[in-house]
Nanobody, 115 residues
C-alpha cells in the first residue's frame, strides 16, 4: 500500500535552515508528482511546493526564494530544504501525492521556528 513517511522536523531559530524528507513506498515513485503542504495551528492546510516527474518546480509565493523542493527517484524520497526560516513557517509539514483520484498523505513532521 502507499506509504509516505516524513522526517527531519524540529525546532530552529529564525533565520535558520532545516531539511525535511519524505520516504515513499507502495507505488512507482518516479512516475508521480510530489508535493509538500503545511498546516499551522488554527489555519487551513496549504500547498508549499510541488515537483513534477520532469523536475519542474512550483512554490507558494510565501516561500519562493527560501525553500527548495527536490526528489531522488533512486531513493524514492522527496525533500524540502527550508532556509531563512521565519516564525510564520511554523507548521506541521506533510508530504503528499495524487494517484488517480486518491490523494495520499504522510503523518506529518512538526517544524517550529522560534527563538
Amino acid at each position: 500500500q502507499v506509504q509516505l513517511v516524513e522526517s527531519g522536523g524540529g525546532l530552529v531559530q529564525p533565520g535558520g535552515s532545516l531539511r525535511v524528507s519524505c520516504a515513499a513506498s507502495g507505488f512507482t515513485f518516479r512516475t508521480y508528482a510530489m508535493s509538500w503542504y503545511r498546516q499551522a495551528p488554527g489555519k487551513e492546510r496549504e500547498s508549499v511546493a510541488t515537483i513534477s516527474t520532469r523536475y519542474n518546480k512550483d512554490y507558494a509565493d510565501s516561500v519562493k526564494g527560501r525553500f527548495t523542493i527536490s526528489r531522488d527517484n533512486d531513493a524514492n524520497t522527496v525533500y524540502l530544504q527550508m532556509n531563512s526560516l521565519k516564525p510564520e513557517d511554523t507548521a506541521v509539514y506533510y508530504c503528499t501525492t495524487m494517484i488517480g483520484l486518491d490523494r495520499y498523505w504522510g503523518q506529518g513532521t512538526q517544524v517550529t521556528v522560534s527563538s
